[in-house]
T-cell receptor
Framework: NAGVTQTPKFQVLKTGQSMTLQCAQD?????MSWYRQDPGMGLRLIHY???????DQGEVPNGYNVSRSTTEDFPLRLLSAAPSQTSVYFC?????????????FGEGSRLTVL | GESVGLHLPTLSVQEGDNSIINCAYS??????FIWYKQESGKGPQFIID?????DKRQGQRVTVLLNKTVKHLSLQIAATQPGDSAVYFC??????????FGQGTRLTINP
């Protein structure tokens, strides 16, 4: 199984540009989420989804949009990139109702905004 | 604000020794904690979890201890191996798979 797949792995943007980070999972998980990780820090939740058509904000949602049109995909959009959005982004998924806190993370997308 | 935090940013141990990584939390109502391991260039990987109705939980070579009185939890790794080198995070599960992570402890194994 591929698990959680993120693309691209690396991206450099100029301030003001827009882009979409892609995330796909093949485990039929209901829950998906996006986190960002800044140097020397833990991950912080940006947005999450508990199922197709349902999204909600996490701790640091400003500057990011998400949508969940299918169970498999959960893209993260940056409408106007800012240097403060330079970070490593992780997508995660998990089954609903699971009796553990285990999230399955992708390998990450490293974004640099100049 | 941050509800979980780790005590030490780095920890260095000899191969074969036991490692203890500590974490504190601030909210006495927190009831579910998880430890993740993150190797360089990879996403976090689930290690073990513990709920507030337990004081201790064991996995393969790992043990998590929860002290609700002082709001502290620890991850113990027995017979530390080179493959255990990574950054370790404690996280609070706030429901619907929403995690609040601490800052992480980088574990280095000396041969």
């Amino acid at each position: 199984n591929a698990g959680v797949t993120q693309t691209p792995k690396f991206q450099v943007l100029k301030t003001g540009q827009s882009m979409t980070l892609q995330c796909a999972q093949d485990m039929n998980h209901e829950y998906m989420s996006w986190y960002r990780q800044d140097p020397g820090m833990g991950l912080r939740l940006i947005h999450y989804s508990v199922g197709a058509g349902i999204t909600d904000q996490g701790e640091v949602p400003n500057g990011y949009n998400v949508s969940r049109s299918t169970t498999e995909d959960f893209p993260l959009r940056l409408l106007s990139a800012a240097p403060s959005q330079t970070s490593v982004y992780f997508c995660a998924s998990s089954p609903a109702g699971a009796n553990t806190g285990e999230l399955f993370f992708g390998e990450g997308s490293r974004l640099t905004v100049l | 604000g941050e509800s979980v935090g780790l005590h030490l940013p780095t920890l260095s141990v000899q191969e074969g020794d036991n490692s203890i990584i500590n974490c504190a939390y601030s909210n006495s109502a927190s009831d579910y904690f998880i430890w993740y391991k993150q190797e360089s260039g990879k996403g976090p990987q689930f290690i073990i979890d513990i709920r507030s109705n337990m004081d201790k939980r064991q996995g393969q070579r790992v043990t998590v201890l929860l002290n609700k009185t002082v709001k502290h939890l620890s991850l113990q790794i027995a017979a530390t191996q080179p493959g255990d080198s990574a950054v370790y995070f404690c996280a609070e599960n706030q429901g619907a798979q929403k995690l609040v992570f601490g800052q992480g402890t980088r574990l280095t194994i000396n041969p």
